[in-house]
């Protein structure tokens, strides 16, 4: 139980383009999700805390405009950024929590999506 | 400030015993989380610890002393396939997990 998908695994575009990221929730209904940003070598970086049906709460340094979380359903997020420019190249992940006992539910992930901005 | 601290990198051999180290610091506590991440890959769920003590769990297990902001990974007949980063991660009084940097295990034959 507990799976997430995120999709796609793999981005290669333009510099510009405009890249959306979906997470689900599998077998669960999610009420909160995360986006984190990884660059090589480095720990997970929370970008941002969404939960169904509200606006994110952006963590400080990370532009809301540039990187729009939805959380429009409990089994669905989606990470789009817009116009995206080669320092934006890194691993993105999310996770999920469910509905019951939040506090105390470890985070399940997606596998991760690797964007790579030319 | 909220700080988590464990160890850059590990070497072990296979089929020994290793022991990751984390220490942290943070504006309230609930729980701490480990997991393994392999290269290029998301991070997987190995443990979690709210009361003092041992968790056992097959080859691992986590240990946690609140009282000294401490906590270790313990695993057990090493396999190869147990390189990687492992992530120290607390829940504080927000509930919002703050990572460690991670610990990168190596495991030689």
């Known amino acids: 139980g507990a799976v997430v998908s995120q999709h796609p695994s793999w981005v290669i575009c333009k510099s510009g383009t405009s890249v959306k990221i979906e997470c689900r929730s599998l077998d669960f209904q999610a009420t909160t999700m995360f986006w984190y940003r990884q660059f090589p070598k480095q720990s997970l970086m929370l970008m941002a805390t969404?939960?169904?049906?509200?606006?994110?709460?952006?963590e400080q340094g990370v532009e809301k405009d540039k990187f729009l979380i939805n959380h429009a359903s409990l089994t669905l997020s989606t990470l789009t950024v817009t116009s995206a420019h080669p320092e934006d190249s890194s691993f993105y992940i999310c996770?999920?929590?469910?509905?019951?006992?939040?506090?105390?539910?470890?985070?399940?992930f997606g596998d991760g999506t690797r964007l790579s901005i030319l | 400030g909220q700080n988590i601290d464990q160890p850059t990198e590990m070497t072990a051999t296979e089929g020994a015993i290793v022991q990751i180290n984390c220490t942290y610091q943070t504006s309230g506590f609930n729980g701490l989380f480990w997991y393994q991440q392999h290269a290029g890959e998301a991070p997987t769920f190995l443990s979690y610890?709210?009361l003092d003590g041992l968790e056992e769990k097959g080859r691992f297990s986590s240990f946690l002393s609140r009282s000294k902001g401490y906590s270790y990974l313990l695993l057990k007949e090493l396999q190869m396939k147990d390189s990687a980063s492992y992530l120290c991660a607390v829940s504080d009084s927000n509930y919002q997990l703050i990572w460690g940097a991670g610990t990168k295990l190596i495991i030689k034959p």
């Open positions: 996770s999920a929590i469910g509905t019951e006992e939040a506090q105390s539910q470890p985070q399940h």
């Open positions: 969404s939960n169904e049906g509200s606006k994110a709460t952006y």
């Open positions: 610890n709210v």
